[in-house]
């Protein structure tokens, strides 16, 4: 059984960082690609940023603006993201998800095989 578990969220103040973490297990990631969204109260889950699982491949939201990083390590098949310069606006429900093969610039939520419950993250002023 597939699971993707996020942690790392909390509440920071504005200008902080946070380095969120995504935990997943039931079966090999090898082939996957892994991404993160969010989700903002009164708006559509969007993309933020895909890590090819082997190779490291990544792509990024142009909002992100060199302020998040998103990383892998495969000893502990865990996907990380690194969110630095953080604004109000950033606050949202941050969730991982899963795609099978390489879908490293695929954005739509839609496409994605598994989604672990999300995190919260709050940037206050």
């Known amino acids: 059984q597939v699971q993707l578990v996020e942690s790392g969220g909390g509440l920071v103040q504005a200008g902080g960082s946070l380095r969120l973490s995504c935990a997943a297990s039931g079966r090999s990631f090898s082939s996957y690609t892994m991404g993160w969204f969010r989700q903002a109260p009164g708006k559509e889950r969007e993309f933020v940023a895909t890590?090819?699982?082997?190779?490291?491949?990544?792509y990024y939201a142009d909002f992100v603006k060199g302020r998040f990083t998103i990383s892998r390590d495969n000893a502990k098949n865990t996907v990380y993201l690194h969110m630095n310069s953080l604004a109000t606006e950033d606050t949202a429900v941050y969730s991982c998800?899963?795609?099978?093969?390489?879908?490293?610039?695929?954005?739509?939520?839609?496409?994605?095989?598994?989604w672990g419950p999300g995190t919260q993250v709050t940037v206050s002023s």
């Open positions: 998800a899963a795609a099978y093969q390489d879908m490293i610039t695929v954005r739509a939520p839609s496409r994605y095989d598994y």
């Open positions: 890590i090819v699982w082997t190779g490291g491949r990544t």
